[in-house]
């Protein structure tokens, strides 16, 4: 829970009374790999804070799912549109290795927001997060070839390889799994 509020105060200063009634909204979770966080047709409840662990979202289909999103320890993971509308999700979010959350339901955030100095900081920042990762997604679409997409991702996250089947990192960067086989056989 401490790397919670590590990851706010690089950020904004929380009083202990703030974080007492912030942090006692959190639940932590547990999840094996391959776990299921939400599905599509869901209404996404809840706001997680990836504490260790990997999650993808993504698009499922009938021959080849369509990855469009990781995260990763430290950062914010939750189908954010259908958490913001409460309306039903159009794609899934699944664990990719086992997986350690903090997680606060909406309505537990709404009773932060409206109960504490700091509840909408949180919440800008949380959104923030989630915004950043969506548009950095959509600019490397514009502005990248694939080899470059894969290259950034492993510069941000070089053990990746390790962690993430490469029929998922294909389908992110845009390509069929043989075209990434040839972009890592072309680069090593």
């Not at 369509?66 to 899934?92: E, H, I, K, M, N």
Request: hydrophobic residues 40%.
């Amino acid at each position: 829970m401490e790397q919670i509020r590590n990851y706010f105060e690089q950020l904004v200063a929380i009083s202990d009374e703030d974080w007492a009634l912030f942090s006692s909204k959190l639940k932590k979770s547990e999840y094996p790999k391959k776990s299921s966080l939400l599905k599509v047709g869901e209404i996404e409840s809840h706001l997680s804070f990836i504490a260790k662990g990997a999650v993808r979202l993504f698009i499922p289909k009938i021959e080849n799912d369509l990855t469009f999103g990781f995260c990763f320890q430290g950062q914010f993971v939750s189908a954010y549109d259908s958490f913001l509308s409460r309306q039903p999700c159009t794609y899934q979010v699944e664990t990719m290795t086992q997986t350690s959350l903090w997680r606060i339901s909406y309505e537990d955030l709404q009773f932060i927001y409206d109960n504490t100095n700091i509840g909408n900081t949180i919440g800008r920042l949380a959104a923030e997060s989630q915004f950043l990762i969506k548009s950095e997604r959509e600019l490397s679409f514009l502005e990248q070839t694939a080899e470059e997409r894969y290259r950034a991702l492993f510069k941000k996250r070089p053990n990746l390889i390790l962690e993430i089947p490469l029929k998922y990192i294909a389908s992110y960067v845009g390509v069929t799994p043989q075209a990434l086989s040839r972009i890592r056989k072309r680069i090593s």
